[in-house]
């Protein structure tokens, strides 16, 4: 199903998928609007389909061009944001009226929010940057008919309703694309806030990172206002960052007599972001959680990635799931111990004296196994990671002293 909304009206309160048309628009009887043919190809598409598609169309529905420009500027720039798509078609000719300048400032804008799909005629007039800033920053071409372009986002938008447990969305949900509404990050993080009683009164995505090579959003940060139920109040001034989950390996060797002499296995990693002299960091062997499989085996592999350590999946034991930085990222880590043998730590310590490195080339990822104390690991790790070692370690102790007491 399929509903129309032209420049300055209201979109429905509800609906599965919003695609916006983005390009030049004629401005006297000089030229004709494309828009008409790619609003009825839409219709043919979604006819006989139960998905309730909107079409946000920057035209008046009479034909006639608006002369409100402030409130036509308004009404674009809400529904760009809005859109799970923009479809931009650009079949600029600079001798009539559909020369589409402001058109290039949409594009720029919206090229690298992982949403907008470009197309225009072999014959369109300056298009090269376009053409060029499309393929650098997606990885796709340009396609030249708008049937291949409408049939491209067709594709797309059912690609992402297919990840959606529930695809329709209402009032502020509306303003997260499905691009962000589809991921398992997102999800995790708004079924809690519905399941406090919270409610999402409007959002705003403020820029994601995507991996094409895996056509994965990895990470986004999105603006939101929450009614906030238990405090009847609205929190407005917030936004959250988030990215997958991550699994995190606790591997360590206890000393028989003396626990704080208990050796922690540690890999060190340069990371953009470290605040340290080197611009390294000293962290546990982790990775992200979008892999999938057995978690057990998740953690084996991840240890192995980073170690060259391979240990058997069932030494493995679980510890639990916690947000890592609660104040502005919504992911979590979920932690797993290894108790490693003698042979093992030794093996490791072997390996950090080497200076040989691991990881995963193709990721640009490389690191170095370190072996530490535990009274010592403080000087090493973030507190997160140290509270990770902590629980690990006392953890199994506590067991041991409840299984012997009785």
């Known amino acids: 199903m399929i509903t129309k909304v032209y420049a300055c009206e209201e979109a ?15 401005r006297m009887d000089d030229a004709k609007s494309w828009r008409p043919d790619a609003v009825k190809r839409l219709l043919e598409i979604y006819k006989n389909q139960d998905i309730e598609v909107v079409i946000f169309i920057p035209e008046s529905r009479n034909g006639v061009y608006r002369s409100n420009y402030r409130e036509q500027v308004a009404w674009e720039k809400q529904h760009l944001d809005m859109a799970d798509v923009i479809l931009a078609w650009i079949p600029r000719d600079m001798n009539t009226s559909l020369k589409g300048l402001t058109t290039n400032i949409e594009f720029g804008k919206y090229v690298e929010s992982g949403k907008l799909f470009y197309g225009r005629p072999d014959n369109a007039h300056h298009i090269n940057y376009l053409d060029w800033m499309y393929t650098n920053v997606t990885g796709r071409q340009p396609l030249n008919t708008l049937t291949a372009l409408i049939d491209d986002v067709v594709t797309s938008l059912q690609s992402q309703l297919n990840k959606c447990d529930k695809p329709v969305r209402e009032a502020g949900e ?57 405090e009847d109040r609205i929190k ?61 085996q998740i953690a084996s592999d991840e240890l192995y990635e980073e170690t060259s350590i391979r240990i058997p ?7 639990d799931s916690k947000q890592l930085a609660a104040t502005w990222s919504t992911h979590f880590a979920d932690v797993y111990a290894i108790e490693l043998e003698k042979p093992e730590i030794e093996q490791a310590k072997k390996m950090a004296a080497s200076k040989q490195t691991f990881g995963v ?28 070692i902590y629980r690990a370690i006392f953890n199994a102790d506590f067991t041991d002293f409840a299984d012997e007491s009785g």
């Not at 999800?187 to 994601?208: F, I, R, V």
């Not at 999946?313 to 510890?319: A, C, E, G, M």
């Open 12 to 26: 429905p309160h509800t609906y599965s998928a919003a695609i916006f048309l983005v390009g030049p628009t004629p």
């Open 174 to 230: 509306r303003d997260v694309p499905l691009t962000i509404w589809s991921t398992t990050p997102f999800q995790s993080w708004y079924q809690s806030q519905l399941q406090a009683g919270n409610k999402l009164l409007n959002a705003k995505l403020l820029w994601a990172f995507n991996i094409d090579k895996i056509n994965l959003i990895f990470s986004y940060a999105l603006h939101v206002n929450v009614w906030i139920a238990a």
């Open 236 to 296: 407005s001034n917030e936004f959250i960052i988030s990215r997958p989950d991550i699994s995190v390996v606790v591997p360590y060797w206890k000393h028989p007599t003396d626990i704080f002499e208990s050796e922690i296995l540690l890999v060190k990693e340069f990371r953009s972001s470290a605040r340290t002299k080197d611009g390294f960091v000293h962290e546990l062997p982790s990775g992200s959680g979008f892999k999938g499989g057995d978690i057990l």
């Open 313 to 319: 999946s069932d030494r493995f034991r679980y510890l």
């Open 361 to 388: 080339e193709a990721d640009t990822e490389r690191t170095y196994v370190e072996v530490c104390q535990l009274k010592n690991v403080g000087k090493y790790v973030d507190w997160s990671m140290e509270g990770m």
